[in-house]
């Protein structure tokens, strides 16, 4: 295969600024139309960014456009209506985390993925982040060797703040509605009731992508051990048995993001503080002590800067054209989805 031919399904906000502008630059890729059922909007973008063909929607894309691959950033709601579609024409297809709101749904789509032989990445853009990596790497080669003594804790923070930190609006228009503003948004699983409901959608919306980077730090499935009643903090047990903890909301920030993971082993620790989601130009920090002889030593490597969507399209990229596993796959969004279910229900006891 040459160039990886693109489609986009969605041209709002996080269409424009967070996937579509990362993959103009790609030498290996060719942006070949994007579905939108805002008529002028979607004008405007493809004229913006130099794609030839529009459609209203992903059906209309999919029956004429010559495309290997889509794009399609939506409410994580409207999956259920999007990606099947996608999936069944044999394309390679990205969406936004998590992969849908129903760990049935999840399945079932995961399973049409893999039966039509296609990449289905979702967009956990923190596994991407090149200090991500690079503490995930470090940490496998320290339980490897031991040369820091077993993994005992990790612990990861992070309270809300401004994850947007003022980048400058999208192309805009003055037409009502979205784009998929007759699509039915997928029901919540039955046993939930609308208190629940609500909880389970605000916890998957914004503490998803740290349920998912922590299985991906460990290299291992965990599960849930204990909700805080009051929200602030879940508990819990890997498969090894390492404990860890997710601070979820000790306190707010205003001016500045903080999300950190530092994992600790007998002798030692690693951490990461990862930016804010649109704050371009920057990769995570890492911190690395190691505590076993004297004298100790404490390390903070330098690390190119670059954005973890950036990272995420060249990844998604090389995956759809076979020259690299999918770093974030449909399979593992599952699991997310499993945790959080878990979680919902051992809060509402």
């Known amino acids: 295969m040459g160039k990886l031919r693109l489609g986009f399904v969605g041209a709002g906000y996080m269409g424009q600024l967070a996937h579509i502008a990362n993959y103009v630059g790609l030498p290996e890729v060719e942006l070949v139309a994007v579905a939108e059922g805002r008529k002028q909007l979607a004008e405007r973008v493809a004229a913006r960014y130099g794609i030839a063909q529009v459609y209203p929607d992903h059906r209309a894309l999919l029956e004429s456009a010559q495309v290997d691959a889509v794009v399609a950033i939506m409410a994580y709601g409207l999956h259920h209506a999007v990606v099947p579609d996608v999936l069944r024409a044999g394309k390679h297809l990205i969406t936004e985390k998590p992969i849908c709101i129903g760990v049935e749904t999840a399945r079932a789509m995961t399973r049409l993925a893999d039966q039509q032989g296609v990449v289905y990445q979702v967009g956990y853009m923190k596994r991407c982040d090149l200090g991500s990596r690079y503490v995930r790497d470090l940490a496998a080669r320290w339980r490897q060797s031991g040369e820091c003594g077993r993994p005992r804790y990790l612990r990861v923070t ?24 007759g699509q039915s948004w997928e029901p919540f699983p039955a046993w939930m009731d609308k208190a629940t409901a609500d909880r389970y959608n605000a916890f998957i919306n914004y503490y998803i992508h740290q349920v998912n980077l922590t299985r ?3 290299g291992e499935d965990y599960r849930v051990a204990y909700a805080d009643p009051a929200g602030v903090t879940f508990t819990g047990v890997s498969d ?3 404990p860890l903890v997710l601070e979820m909301a ?12 530092t994992l600790f082993f007998e002798q030692g620790w690693m951490e990461v503080s990862l930016p804010a989601p649109l704050a371009r130009q920057q990769s995570g920090r890492v911190r690395i002590f190691r505590g076993k002889d004297l004298p100790t030593t404490f390390e903070q490597p330098v690390l190119p800067p ?5 990272e995420q399209a060249k990844c998604f990229v090389a995956a759809a054209l076979g020259r690299s596993p999918n770093l974030s796959p449909a399979a593992d969004a ?8 878990a979680y919902i229900k051992m809060l509402s006891g």
């Open 216 to 218: 991906y730090l460990l």
């Open 306 to 310: 670059r954005w973890g969507f950036g």
């Open 240 to 242: 090894s048995g390492l």
């Open 250 to 261: 000790p306190y707010t920030t205003r001016d500045h993001w903080v999300e950190t993971y």
């Open 334 to 341: 599952v699991k997310d989805l499993e945790v959080a279910e």
């Open 158 to 181: 992070m309270p809300p703040g401004p994850w947007q930190l003022e980048i400058e609006g999208p192309i805009g228009s003055d037409e009502p509605g979205a784009s998929y503003e």
